[in-house]
């Protein structure tokens, strides 16, 4: 319950700046269309390629053992991978560079917020680039691992988490290299909150449980029309999941930028963010439990 509430406490103060600015809702939403818009043309490259492997594989054997994704599927999967990478980090970018200006005492538009970003373009993709190949190595790592290999992938993974948790906020608003501010980012983070740190709740845990209730409220209407067989109330139903689903992900996704741009400004510039108390943003992260000793 502590956690719950140190959680519900931030969704709060996020919310409480980003209200100011609702029309930044739409950012997340910008995000999904161009990313899908960007990867679905490589993604049918990727199947094409596959499939082509397969046709020689029966014209050649005479079987198909079923789709491979040959050297350059997988360059192909790559590129569209980075390329998603990229577009997310653009308009988290602009979340963050709004959700700044907001608590600096403006007023940013939407227009302003992608102008922003535009003009940190060049700036992000190294960190895109690092990003998407830091992820690509995990995932990759963490398939072929057993048990206990996942487990410390999994704790490596954390731990990349924690220490670039402040590399964007630095890197569009500071305007630094990619080097520099990932060397800020583990500095900062280490001397607000210390090495041997894990998340305390945060923004993903309330909107976890919004997701769940929201899922719990519309899902039942698509049940009833797959078990009376009422075609036109399971599409209702289907859509009000969809819908709920995009509008939690779409809010999560702007109080987050929120969030971590109060983080910053907490651990860089050694303020007080407009809208959060400094227990809040101090808890936002604890020591670890260690061996015969309590968390604190």
Same mark, same amino acid.
């Given at each position: 319950?502590?956690?719950?509430?140190?959680?519900?406490?931030?969704?709060?103060?996020?919310?409480?700046?980003?209200?100011?600015?609702?029309?930044?809702?739409?950012?997340?939403?910008?995000?999904?269309?161009?990313?899908?818009?960007?990867? *679905?043309?490589?993604? %049918?490259? =990727?199947?094409?390629? /596959?499939?082509? @492997? +397969? &046709?020689?594989?029966?014209?050649?054997?005479?079987?198909?053992?079923?789709?491979?994704?040959?050297?350059?599927?997988?360059?192909?999967?790559?590129?569209?991978?980075?390329?998603?990478?990229?577009?997310?980090?653009?308009?988290?970018?602009?979340?963050?560079?709004?959700?700044?200006?907001?608590?600096?005492?403006?007023?940013?538009?939407?227009?302003?917020?992608?102008?922003?970003? *535009?003009?940190?373009? %060049?700036? =992000?993709?190294?960190? /895109?680039?690092? @990003? +998407? &190949?830091?992820?690509?190595?995990?995932?990759?790592?963490?398939?072929?691992?057993?048990?206990?290999?996942?487990?410390?992938?999994?704790?490596?993974?954390?731990?990349?988490?924690?220490?670039?948790?402040?590399?964007?906020?630095?890197?569009?608003?500071?305007?630094?290299?990619?080097?520099?501010?990932?060397?800020?980012?583990?500095?900062?983070?280490?001397?607000?909150?210390?090495?041997?740190?894990?998340?305390?709740?945060?923004?993903?845990?309330?909107?976890?449980?919004?997701?769940?209730?929201?899922?719990?409220?519309?899902?039942?209407?698509?049940?009833?029309?797959?078990?009376?067989?009422?075609?036109?109330?399971?599409?209702?139903?289907?859509?009000?999941?969809?819908?709920?689903?995009?509008?939690?992900?779409?809010?999560?996704?702007?109080?987050?930028?929120?969030?971590?741009?109060?983080?910053?400004?907490?651990?860089?510039?050694?303020?007080?963010?407009?809208?959060?108390?400094?227990?809040?943003?101090?808890?936002?992260?604890?020591?670890?439990?260690?061996?015969?000793?309590?968390?604190?």
């Amino acid at each position: 319950m502590g956690v719950f509430s140190r959680s519900f406490a931030l969704f709060k103060a996020s919310w409480g700046v980003l209200r100011h600015d609702k029309e930044l809702l739409a950012l997340p939403v910008i995000s999904a269309v161009t990313s899908f818009l960007c990867v *679905a043309p490589f993604v %049918g490259l =990727i199947a094409v390629t /596959a499939l082509d @492997s +397969a &046709t020689r594989g029966v014209a050649t054997s005479g079987s198909l053992d079923g789709l491979s994704i040959g050297p350059l599927g997988y360059v192909l999967m790559f590129v569209a991978y980075l390329i998603g990478a990229y577009v997310t980090i653009f308009f988290q970018s602009a979340l963050v560079l709004a959700a700044n200006e907001r608590l600096s005492g403006g007023e940013p538009t939407l227009g302003w917020a992608i102008s922003a970003a *535009a003009s940190n373009a %060049g700036r =992000i993709l190294p960190w /895109a680039i690092i @990003s +998407a &190949t830091v992820s690509i190595v995990l995932q990759a790592v963490q398939e072929r691992a057993g048990f206990i290999g996942r487990i410390v992938v999994g704790l490596v993974g954390m731990a990349w988490t924690l220490v670039t948790f402040l590399v964007l906020p630095i890197l569009v608003i500071e305007q630094v290299g990619v080097k520099d501010a990932l060397s800020r980012s583990a500095s900062a983070f280490k001397r607000t909150w210390g090495e041997n740190v894990v998340g305390n709740g945060g923004i993903g845990l309330v909107m976890m449980l919004v997701g769940l209730l929201a899922f719990v409220l519309t899902a039942p209407v698509a049940f009833v029309g797959a078990s009376t067989g009422n075609a036109p109330l399971l599409v209702l139903g289907v859509i009000l999941v969809v819908v709920a689903m995009v509008a939690v992900s779409v809010l999560g996704a702007a109080l987050s930028g929120v969030f971590r741009t109060a983080l910053y400004r907490y651990a860089v510039l050694g303020e007080e963010p407009t809208g959060f108390t400094h227990d809040q943003i101090a808890s936002a992260f604890r020591p670890k439990r260690t061996r015969g000793a309590s968390a604190i």
